[in-house]
């Protein structure tokens, strides 16, 4: 299809005219290099334009941005709640993103991370606990060949239920024992 520009009257192919809504086929009446060059002509031209219609309207220009900010704070008072629950969507949503960009960013900064954890682990008793129980366990799975897919009681050899309580008996007399051992420390004193 071809389409004749009605700056220049020439006939060109219609990759050559920009799109545009308001023209009756969907094309712009002028082509593409006579809009650029009427662009280039009327640079000045429109910057001097423009800048004039600043300066005249300048009280209007001001009364419009005062009443926009007062509907904007109007709008905030008025949707205090809708807006709360945007801004928990939003943080909820971002949080995937960070953790999705924190792996990317663990990758690249290790001797960072591993410095830090290092320094923590000298000063932070139950940090350290805690990532050595951590890495028990996990050498420990892994040594059995374990994945997270196994389930539960083909690791335990036993029920979940059972397993929770003999943990809790032995917790017991564990406290128990450390609670008498105390007292009779101090008897002996
Ligand atoms: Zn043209």
Known sequence: MEKKCNKCGEVKGLDEFSNSKNEKHGKSVWCKSCFKEYNIQNKDKRKEYDKKYREKNRENIKERYRENTDWHKDYRKKNEQKIKE??????????IKDNLNSKKWRKNNKEKINKYFLNRRKTDI???????IKSNILSSLKRNKYTKKTKTYNILKCEY???????NVRYRRFTNRSRRS???SKNRR
Do not use: Q, V
């Open 182 to 184: 105390k007292l009779t």
């Open 161 to 167: 239920n059972f397993f929770m309580h003999w943990l």
């Open 86 to 95: 945007y801004k928990k969507k939003w943080t909820k949503e971002n949080r």
């Open 126 to 132: 139950l940090f350290n606990l805690r990532n050595n």
